[in-house]
């Protein structure tokens, strides 16, 4: 089973600020099996970034995703009041899916 | 318009069975796959399995394989999570996704249902 591990758990930012979140692949993954997905409180998750780096239908272009093999990357520019979430990224690999353990990005 | 509507909330006791349900509609539902995915209190996401209604190919996480049963009707456009007895420690929210033929070379799940909170307590 591949294990997805996100940093940091928690990223404290002000609005207008840009964020940085890490996901780490304990096997290499490919990169067309690679999504992110955001979940405010009392929500379900919402599809963010597909094959790394494609954005959904209806996301906004401050949401970016990069990277390869072991290491991916959700870059937020210019934070707005509705992105203060939990973020998680999630891979498909021998026919499981897993999931990182979420990076909560919180109003400072 | 996709839309994955799915049961409402259930409180149940240890050890009863409960069978909760996952509705299509704006979309092909036959087409799709539908995965299962468990949140448990304050915690993370869990998948837990996934179904193709067009022939209800199924596969399940180890984690889940003989805990949970899924099933669909492609009659009625509705997908199921079944557990024959539970336990407290069940007690989580469970989202279905719809995720789209693998054939088409991406992997993710574009939509979701709103949840069906389960509780089991004695």
Redesign the interface.
Known sequence: ?IVLTQSPGTLSLSPGESATLSCRASQSVSS??L?W?Q?KPGQ????LI??ASSR?TGIPDRFSGSGSGTDFTLTISRLEPEDFAVY?C?Q?GS????????TKVEIK | EVQLVQSGAEVKKPGESLKISCKGSGYSFPSYWI?W?RQMPGK????MG?IYPGDSDT?Y??SFQGQVTISADKSISTAYLQWSSLQASDTAIY?C?RHPPYSS???????????TLVTVSS
């Open positions: 089973e067309t099996y999504a997905y979940q379900a998750p919402r599809l597909y094959g959904a998680y999630q498909y026919s499981m899916y897993t999931f990182g353990q979420g | 995965g995915v993370g996401l869990e998948w996934i596969r996480s180890p989202y996704a070379g991406w992997v993710r799940f574009d939509f979701w249902g709103q949840g």
